[in-house]
């Protein structure tokens, strides 16, 4: 049984950063593709970012057009934990933020339907 559990949500102010932790159980991260997705009010579901642990060439790693140059996924395979650097954050990146989890690559990894494990969330305000 897969547990993720996130952390290191909060409020910033326009341009700042925040780095995402997501802690994993039940299940190495290398062996998973592991995801970062959120949702807000009023917008549709978003899959942000995500990692393949698992491939002889080290971490492989995905992210949506919004976020691309200003978030970075991370997998530390030692203390099975995946982060979300996030900076020069907007509004619109207010959100709840989810980890998840699927066994294998990330073929399909921003359909929030896709994943087969998820955290409870940790919410992002920046304004």
């Known amino acids: 049984h897969v547990q993720l559990v996130e952390s290191g949500g909060g409020s910033v102010q326009i341009g700042g950063s925040l780095r995402l932790s997501c802690a994993v159980s039940?299940?190495?991260?290398?062996?998973?593709?592991m995801g970062w997705l959120r949702q807000s009010p009023g917008k549709e579901r978003e899959g942000v970012a995500a990692?393949?642990?698992?491939?002889?060439?080290?971490?492989?790693?995905y992210y949506a057009d919004s976020v691309k140059g200003r978030f970075t996924i991370s997998l530390n395979k030692v203390n099975n934990t995946v982060y979300l650097q996030m900076d020069n954050l907007s509004p619109e990146d207010t959100a709840m933020y989810y980890c998840?989890?699927?066994?294998?690559?990330?073929?399909?990894?921003?359909?929030?339907?896709?994943?087969?494990?998820w955290g409870r969330g940790t919410q992002v305000t920046v304004s």
């Open positions: 998840a989890a699927r066994p294998g690559g990330c073929a399909s990894w921003p359909d929030w339907s896709w994943y087969t494990s």
């Open positions: 039940g299940s190495a991260v290398r062996s998973n593709c």
């Open positions: 990692a393949a642990g698992f491939g002889a060439f080290g971490t492989t790693t």
